[in-house]
Nanobody
């Protein structure tokens, strides 16, 4: 089985920064695209950022210019550097990955890490 475990969430003041991490473990042959999503209280889960295996990235409008997604395939780890945080960024952040096990591609989700932006 494959597991995605997020970390790095917490309480931060408006204007502050956080760095989220997501470690993939298990019987992984290769990791294709990885991404971050978030779900604010009372709202649906929404896309934040994604990164392909070749390093191509894409961001939501709200994340563009403030967040940076990156990955370290040697460590099977995905990162999200979040700067200039607003109260509106408060949410549970979920890691998502498309992972090859042998030649089968499957989507996995982490359990989430909570980010609270408040003074």
């Amino acid at each position: 089985q494959v597991q995605l475990v997020e970390s790095g969430g917490g309480l931060v003041q408006p204007g502050g920064s956080l760095r989220l991490s997501c470690v993939a473990s298990g019987r992984i042959s290769a990791i294709a695209a990885m991404g971050w999503y978030r779900q604010a209280p009372g709202k649906e889960r929404e896309f934040v950022a994604t990164i392909s295996s070749s390093g191509w990235t894409d961001y939501s409008n709200s994340a563009q210019g403030r967040f940076t997604i990156s990955r370290d395939d040697a460590k099977s780890t995905l990162y999200l550097q979040m700067d200039s945080l607003y109260a509106e960024d408060t949410a549970v952040y979920f890691c998502n990955a498309l992972i090859f096990i042998i030649n089968r591609l499957t989507e996995y989700w982490g359990q989430g890490t909570r980010v609270t932006v408040s003074s």
